[in-house]
């Protein structure tokens, strides 16, 4: 079946513009994740939607940066006035439950360049 | 903190060698661990996990054991191949939490 997709691929933008990335889930999987990997940093948690409850933003770097999860299964991550610093690859994942050690499924990643 | 040390690479062995990248874990709690593998331009893939102590994960000709002892999750592999060249990443999910934590990732490199 089709796995975790996310769009664009790449993106480069300017220093201070907002940007948009998408994520679309396995269907069927109830837990979505982004991560977010760079040279500096490593892999990083930034935010988790599990079915209708209040997701958990403990990872988000600042009030730059949000998300959405619509009816449950596209998710798109903004990230307004972008830095330098944001330059990274943006992953998503989803699993079928939180619960346990649920395999997540991560997607092909959009590369951000922010110039 | 929760955290995962791994072997800092890169890592560059002949085809046919024996594998070994060391991952250490600190933890509250139980973790279930994990080695994840990102080929060249591809997305991370789960290789192999294991969820409770002694457990072996083993997957692709890749094994790693879940020695609570030595808080470790080193992954091994007798002979690899060219196709295996790739970074690793091992991780951990502790009970109840919501998200992986990674380590930095060790780049393998199998010559011909």
């Known amino acids: ?115 | 903190g929760d955290s995962v040390t791994q072997m800092e690479g890169p890592v560059t062995l002949s085809e046919e060698a024996f594998l070994t990248i060391n991952c250490t874990y600190t933890a509250t709690g139980y973790p279930s661990l994990f080695w994840y593998v990102q080929y060249p331009g591809e997305g991370l893939q789960l290789l192999l996990k294991a969820t409770k102590a002694d457990d072996k994960g083993s997957n692709k000709g890749f094994e790693a054991t879940y020695r609570k002892e030595t808080t470790s999750f080193h992954l091994e592999k007798g002979s690899v191949q060219v196709s295996d060249s790739a970074v690793y990443f091992c991780a951990l999910k502790l009970t109840g939490a919501n998200n992986l934590f990674f380590g930095t990732g060790t780049r393998l490199t199998v010559i011909p």
Do not use: M
Not at chain 1, 87 to 113: E, H, I, K, M, W
């Open chain 1, 1 to 115: 079946g089709a796995g975790v997709s996310q769009s664009p691929s790449n993106k480069v933008t300017e220093k201070g513009k907002d940007v948009e990335l998408r994520c679309d889930p396995i269907s069927g999987h109830t837990a979505l994740y982004w991560y977010r990997q760079s040279l500096g940093q490593g892999l990083e948690f930034l935010i988790y939607f599990q079915g209708n409850s209040a997701p958990d933003k403990s990872g988000l770097p600042s009030d730059r940066f949000s998300a959405e999860r619509t009816g449950g299964s596209v998710s798109t991550l903004t990230i307004q006035r972008t830095q330098q610093e944001d330059s990274a690859v943006y992953l998503c994942a989803s699993s079928l439950t939180l619960f346990g050690a649920d395999t997540q499924y991560f997607g092909p990643g959009t590369r951000l360049t922010v110039l």
